[in-house]
């Protein structure tokens, strides 16, 4: 490696992506293969406000989107991709 931290930087991007890729295309089979994703969705929440008790109280909620997968934006797998 140079002492240029910006070449530094993009040599171990391209010997990361390289250990990733060669990950990808001969897996170890012992190796846990589970990836993992979050996804929201959203809900409309109504809310009436109740006088005698000074607070709002749940009055509907409307699911307003569908599950749907996540997109995969990075790997945290053990091949440091």
């Known amino acids: 490696m140079t002492d240029d931290p910006e ?3 993009e040599q171990w991007k391209e010997s990361m992506q390289a250990e ?5 295309e001969n897996p170890d ?3 846990d293969h589970r990836i993992e ?3 929201q969705v ?3 929440v109504t ?3 109740d006088p ?9 909620r409307e699911q307003v989107e569908e ?13 440091a991709g």
Do not use: Q
């Not at 990733?20 to 990808?24: G, K, R, V, Y």
């Not at 005698?52 to 509907?60: C, G, H, M, Q, T």
């Not at 749907?68 to 990075?74: I, N, R």
């Open 20 to 24: 990733h890729a060669e990950a990808i």
């Open 42 to 44: 959203s809900y409309r």
């Open 67 to 79: 599950l749907a997968d996540p997109e995969l934006l990075s790997c945290a797998c053990a091949s």
């Open 37 to 39: 994703g979050v996804a």
């Open 29 to 31: 089979p012992e190796a």
């Open 7 to 9: 070449a530094t930087l």
């Open 47 to 49: 809310f009436d406000y």
């Open 52 to 60: 005698e008790a000074d607070s709002l109280e749940r009055a509907d």
